[in-house]
């Protein structure tokens, strides 16, 4: 039987080479011969991304719950297309997934780390007890489950030296260290998952405030046993989850 495209995810915290390092692993596999599509979530050129993107720059205020399931829709309305381009053996690179959905939205409803700073996104005081994990990973149920992520981990140091930082919503220091602890509650469930010996997604966790090309060889080595397709069917995020 034909073999499906892999499916990659990059994921990360807010400047910590995401894109870059997306756009680079495209073109490696692009440079070994293997059809490979680009996806970028969210993706802001549809009507809900649209409506995304005015909420990150802060030119517009969305409830917390509602630009939640936005942010959920906008992924999937392209499911359907990702799920065709995996079976006619397409290999998928995608920048964010649904793990930054619950990681940026539970982190709403954690109490902060630090003092919050003036301007800080919603705090527990003003965040509704109904964004709790379970309720943000709900909407992203059964979408089509990576075979990989790749995740990108920043300081706070280096997010802040990086070029650009501070221009949206997400990008304070307080709402990154609680958006990075979810993510560590993430990566943490799906290695539980795979040493109970259930079949789940490979889960690589990447220093990257190092050099690119030493991140981007190390997304590599996760990425190479998956360029020559993959035999089993296409999984779906949390779908044995109770
Ligand atoms: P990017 O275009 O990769 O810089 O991501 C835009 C911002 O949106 C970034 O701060 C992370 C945040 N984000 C991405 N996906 C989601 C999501 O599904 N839910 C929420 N609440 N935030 C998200």
Redesign the pocket.
């Known amino acids: 039987m034909a073999k499906r495209g892999a499916f990659i995810v990059i994921e990360g915290l ?1 400047r910590s080479g ?2 870059t390092q997306t756009t680079l692993l495209h073109d490696r596999l692009v440079k070994c011969g293997i059809s490979v599509n680009l996806y ?3 993706d ?1 050129t549809t009507s809900t991304g649209k409506m ?1 993107d005015s909420y ?1 720059r802060s030119q517009s205020e969305v409830d917390d719950r509602a ?2 399931l936005l ?2 829709a906008n ?1 999937w309305e392209a499911a359907e297309n990702m799920i065709q381009e995996l079976k006619s053996g397409i290999t998928i690179v995608c ?2 997934y ?1 793990f ?2 619950i990681a ?2 539970a982190a709403k409803a954690l109490p902060p780390l630090s003092t919050p700073s003036p301007g800080d996104v919603s705090t527990p005081a003003e965040t509704p007890r109904t964004l709790t994990y379970e309720w943000c990973r709900a909407p992203d149920t059964n979408l089509p489950s990576p075979d990989l992520v790749l995740f990108l981990d920043v300081s706070p140091e280096v997010q802040k030296s990086r070029g650009g930082y501070g221009e ?4 304070k220091e307080d709402v990154q260290r609680r958006v990075r602890s979810v993510f560590r509650r993430i990566e943490s469930e799906f290695h539980q998952e795979s040493e109970s010996g259930a079949k789940t997604l490979r889960w690589i966790h990447i220093d990257a405030g190092r050099t690119l090309d030493e991140v981007s060889e190390d997304i590599w080595s996760g990425v190479e046993p998956l360029t020559g397709g993959v035999e089993e069917a296409l999984a779906r995020l949390w779908s044995g989850t109770p």
Do not use: N
């Open positions: 807010d995401k894109t970028k979530f969210p802001r995304i990150l630009i939640h942010f959920s992924r920048d964010r649904a930054s959905g940026f939205s949206e919503r997400y990008e």
